[in-house]
């Protein structure tokens, strides 16, 4: 069975055997072979990785480092919070990181917006 491109196999056994020692009961043969997909890293790891990243791109001004590093994560699912946190910690720094953070949104997303969505 194929997984979502932004989901990645966890655990299934560990996962299990944790539940089954807090629960009391033993984990089914069927419930330990299914597997379990979501991201690799927790929403605060998520958040943390970002922050250094979009950090790293008020230095750097390299919007393609900042994408590539969001894609190596693998966390689909917190992609949100990358917008979060990049207007979050440009309006706490300068004009000049506002600046960035408006490049980076625009490069971010992948076409620009109608005068109907704005």
């Not at 900042?66 to 440009?90: F, M, Q, T």
């Amino acid at each position: 069975e194929d997984a979502p491109s932004s989901s990645f196999l966890l655990s299934s056994s560990s996962h299990l055997a944790e539940e089954s020692r807090n629960s009391g009961e033993k984990p089914t043969a069927t419930a330990a072979a299914t597997p379990i997909y979501g991201p690799l890293l927790t929403l605060s790891e998520f958040k943390l990785r970002v922050s250094d990243i979009v950090r790293e791109y008020f230095d750097s001004s390299d919007v393609d480092e900042v994408v590539r590093c969001i894609d190596e994560l693998k966390c689909r699912e917190y992609h949100p919070e990358v917008v979060k946190r990049a207007v979050s910690l440009g309006l706490d720094a300068g004009p000049r990181e506002r600046e960035l953070v408006s490049r980076l949104l625009a490069c971010l997303h992948p076409v620009p917006l109608r005068e109907e969505e704005m």
